[in-house]
Nanobody, 121 residues
Framework: QVQLVESGGGLVQAGGSLRLSCAAS????????MGWYRQAPGKQRESVAA???????NYADSVKGRFTISRDNAKNTVYLQMNTLKPEDTAVYYC???????????????WGQGTLVTVSS
């Protein structure tokens, strides 16, 4: 069994910062990619940022220059540093990982439970 546990969401004023964390645990052989998605009320879920095992990164245009994704491979953890937050960043943020499960050696896509980020103005 593999799961992702997210933390760091909360309420912040526009212009403020938050740091999200997502730790993967369970029977994991390797993690190829970890990323963050978000879903605002009434909107589609969208990709925010992703990082590969080789530290290649991708960002949505709306967050470039403000958000930074990073990972700690030893801890199977991915982070999202969010700066200069805007009200339009308000959403539930979901962690996602593509990984090779260690027992059955099958490739899995795993989602976290989501953490709410609310940016007030």
């Amino acid at each position: 069994q593999v799961q992702l546990v997210e933390s760091g969401g909360g309420l912040v004023q526009a212009g403020g910062s938050l740091r999200l964390s997502c730790a993967a645990s369970g029977s994991i052989f390797s993690i190829n990619v970890m990323g963050w998605y978000r879903q605002a009320p009434g909107k589609q879920r969208e990709s925010v940022a992703a990082i590969t095992s080789g530290d290649s990164t991708n960002y949505a245009d709306s967050v470039k220059g403000r958000f930074t994704i990073s990972r700690d491979n030893a801890k199977n953890t991915v982070y999202l540093q969010m700066n200069t937050l805007k009200p339009e960043d308000t959403a539930v943020y979901y962690c996602n990982a593509g990984l090779l499960e260690a027992t059955a050696y099958t490739y899995l896509e795993v989602w976290g439970q989501g953490t709410l980020v609310t940016v007030s103005s």
